[in-house]
């Protein structure tokens, strides 16, 4: 792009924003010095992008909804559990190609404290990768491998806080006013405890409360996560101006994805819950608008772990957009309810509401990620069931710890509250499918099952609208990884479980048809397959659940431009019949190339079907 041409692309970008740009800012920080400042950082930021970047950007410009093909495939992953470094990654491009993947989700690799990170989420230098993982350079050379094999790059952007060992938290330790204002300092504990009175607790027992108190400071900083990690007082413009020039500095290294963490906290307020509040939109909204100025082939994703009401405002308007794409969290630990429970129903009254939302949003969807699962169902429905809250937790720990219900998973709890009763699930996919207990036991019948099991709730999670997840190990099936426990940095954290170093040995069965690894991968492939030459599962298709007279049977269908398709899912382990009755025709099952009716439709135990109306 010839200098000229370039110098016009963002002007016109700019002029598209500015004036609502200014309006926002100017509400929330009435400062217009600050905001010249923004003005021309952006610009220095747009001038320092590659031509590459800018060509890509110009070409998503053109083709807005280039994300929400039904070829995108995610995985996440440690960069160290994966292959070691970012040159490690690199070198492991063929083999991310090969599972279908062209979305990868690096997980956090920024600089954090040893023993004091978070799982990498107290960043403690935003330009500046972790030593062991690389350098900017190796980021940028990774991300131009990537997008050389049309595979899109997303990292994490935590926005809420920084590390204590941050630049900025130092020199506020010193006493420098300038950084104080840049966090929530206090000198008694008087306004924290007002503050407590209305801010729920995000770990109540491995971190409680929302202060910590510095005795070499005799100050209080806010921390809602950990004590090392300080919340950001976004009050102060000079943090929202900082935090921006962060993100446009990442950006301009290929990243494709910004994951906003925690989103939904960035904003404080005394006297409220400092969730959701009406500021965390219109600083996302200023964000999402800057990024279409600078560098417009960036999505915006943002971490919102809250029902669905809470959710979906994030998206904005179809006017005033904020985030690209959310994580469908509800969805995720209703289905792992249906594991347990054997019974659809909550999850088709989850899907229900998905459905019902406007097609421009689009969800990611996952079975697993590199969190615990925290069980935010819809306890008022399940009330309407006689089913407690407090009872139903412990039954679903239980369930899944292989307590209770005739359960086959293994895994640990996550924060536990004895008093509470509360407590969070970690596991890996296979694991909690029953792998890793026949694999231990040696039992042939139990494990073809649990492959079954797994292959059925990948499929399930294919046919939801948006796209699909994986975690990376998840294609082969590997299981938990009890190692954590030997690492003092790591033992007291049990979602290190599902966290476990890539098994590369594991990775050459795929070649072997008997073993557990080339069913689990050949059977996700066969899918990934499915998925990408069939245009019903693109984002825009319409999407609806159908009653199969069935509580252990799930049925969605899909349906776009005279195509349509009928997922069946059994949530059992016994042979049921979905009992619909779709008699617009013919159909073919996409797995086996079988003709069936989808009319009557006799299901084998955790097993599954995608017909096709021919």
């Not at 994300?67 to 491009?93: C, E, P, T, W």
């Not at 594991?506 to 492939?525: C, M, R, Y």
Request: hydrophobic fraction near 35%.
């Amino acid at each position: 792009m010839k200098a000229d041409a370039a110098k016009k692309t963002y002007e016109n970008r700019f002029q598209k924003h500015f004036d609502e740009l200014r309006w926002l800012y100017m509400e929330l920080y009435d400062n217009g010095s600050m905001f010249a400042e923004l003005c021309d950082k952006m610009e220095v930021f747009y001038q320092e992008r590659n031509k590459t970047l800018k060509a890509q950007d110009k070409k998503r410009e053109a083709h807005p909804d280039w994300y929400k093909r039904n070829d995108m495939l995610g995985m996440m992953f440690y960069i160290d559990n994966f292959a070691g470094n970012m040159k490690g990654v690199q070198s492991k491009l063929d083999y991310i190609e090969q599972c279908n993947v062209n979305y990868i989700h690096l997980m956090p690799f920024l600089e954090t404290p040893k023993g004091r990170s978070d799982g990498g989420y107290a960043v403690s230098d935003f330009r500046k990768v972790q030593r062991e993982l690389g350098t900017m350079e190796d980021l940028a050379d990774l991300t131009e491998a990537c997008h050389k094999k049309g595979v899109n790059v997303c990292m994490d952007f935590v926005m809420n806080h920084t590390s204590e060992d941050h630049e900025w938290a130092k020199k506020a330790r010193q006493g420098d006013g300038e950084y104080m204002s840049r966090y929530f300092f206090f000198d008694n504990s008087y306004i924290p405890s007002l503050y407590e009175q209305t801010v729920p607790q995000v770990f109540p027992t491995t971190a409680p409360g929302n202060f910590t108190w510095l005795a070499e400071e005799g100050k209080f900083v806010m921390t809602t996560f950990y004590p090392y990690q300080w919340d950001l007082n976004y009050k102060n413009p000079r943090v929202f101006n900082e935090m921006m020039y962060n993100f446009l500095y990442l950006a301009n290294q290929g990243i494709d994805i910004i994951r906003i963490d925690a989103v939904p906290y960035i904003w404080k307020e005394l006297n409220t819950s400092c969730r959701n509040l009406p500021q965390v939109h219109t600083i996302v909204r200023m964000m999402r608008m800057i990024g279409e100025i600078v560098c417009p082939g960036i999505l915006l994703l943002g971490e919102v772990v809250m029902e669905p009401e809470k959710v979906v405002p994030y998206f904005g308007t179809v006017e005033k957009p904020e985030c690209h794409m959310l994580y469908n969290v509800t969805t995720m630990a209703t289905t792992w309810h249906t594991v347990a429970t054997r019974d659809v129903r909550l999850l088709k009254k989850q899907l229900d509401i998905v459905n019902s939302l406007p097609k421009d949003y689009v969800f990611l969807n996952y079975l697993r990620c590199h969190d615990d699962i925290g069980w935010g169902l819809d306890y008022g429905t399940l009330m309407t069931e006689g089913i407690g809250e407090r009872s139903h937790k412990k039954y679903l720990n239980d369930y899944f710890q292989g307590y209770a219900g005739d359960s086959n998973s293994r895994g640990e709890l996550y924060n536990a509250d004895p008093i509470t009763g509360d407590a969070r699930f970690c596991g890996t996919t296979a694991s909690m499918c029953g792998v890793e207990k026949a694999g231990f036991e040696q039992d042939e019948k139990a494990m073809e099952k649990a492959v079954r099991m797994d292959i059925t709730l990948h499929a399930y999670m294919f046919m939801q609208s948006g796209i699909p997840v994986l975690y990376g190990g998840d294609e082969i099936g590997q299981v938990n990884d009890y190692t954590y426990k030997e690492d003092p940095d790591k033992a007291a954290d049990s979602r290190y479980i599902h966290r476990g170093a890539m098994n590369w040995k594991q990775v050459e069965n795929i070649s072997k048809p008997d073993t557990v690894e080339a069913k689990i991968f050949h059977g996700l492939e066969r899918l990934e397959k499915i998925r990408k030459e069939e245009k019903v599962f693109m984002s825009t298709a319409d999407t609806w659940t159908i009653e199969t007279w069935d509580s252990s049977v799930l049925c969605i269908g899909r349906y776009l431009d005279g195509e349509k398709i009928i997922g069946l899912f059994n949530f059992s382990e016994f042979d049921k019949t979905a009992w619909i009755n779709e008699t617009d025709g013919d159909y073919v099952d996409l797995v086996s190339g079988e003709k069936r009716k989808a009319a009557g439709v006799d299901i084998p135990g955790y097993g599954f079907y995608y017909l096709k109306k021919v």
